[in-house]
């Protein structure tokens, strides 16, 4: 009986370690990511085909927030109207952390 209680005190014990390892590593590993990617990547057809060779529209809304894509027409089933105006018009709204606008163009 006494094997068992031991068990169960040191599998507690293992568990409120790795638990506050986990809650420490997750304050301090934290990755700030720009949220501007998700509405970028929201306003993109969101067909994922690759057709403008980043592995899908989350990687191309990427790209373009990081300043890495220029055109947005690389984009094969976005439309000018429906997607390319309103996102050039988000990112002007939304300049990046130090206020330089992004070099953006249909």
Do not use: Q
Request: charged fraction near 25%; hydrophobic fraction near 40%.
């Amino acid at each position: 009986m006494i094997k068992i209680i031991w068990a169960i005190l040191i599998l507690a014990a293992l568990g409120i370690i790795f638990g506050l390892g986990l809650s420490l590593a997750s304050k301090y590993l934290y990755v700030k990511e720009d949220e501007r990617i998700d509405e970028v990547a929201k306003l993109l057809p969101n067909a994922n085909c690759g057709a403008c060779g980043y592995p899908g529209c989350r990687g191309l809304a990427e790209a373009i927030v990081k300043g890495e894509e220029h055109k947005i027409s690389k984009c094969k089933p976005g439309k000018p109207d429906k997607n390319f105006t309103p996102i050039i018009n988000y990112l002007n709204e939304h300049p990046n952390e130090d206020g330089t606008k992004l070099d953006v163009k249909m």
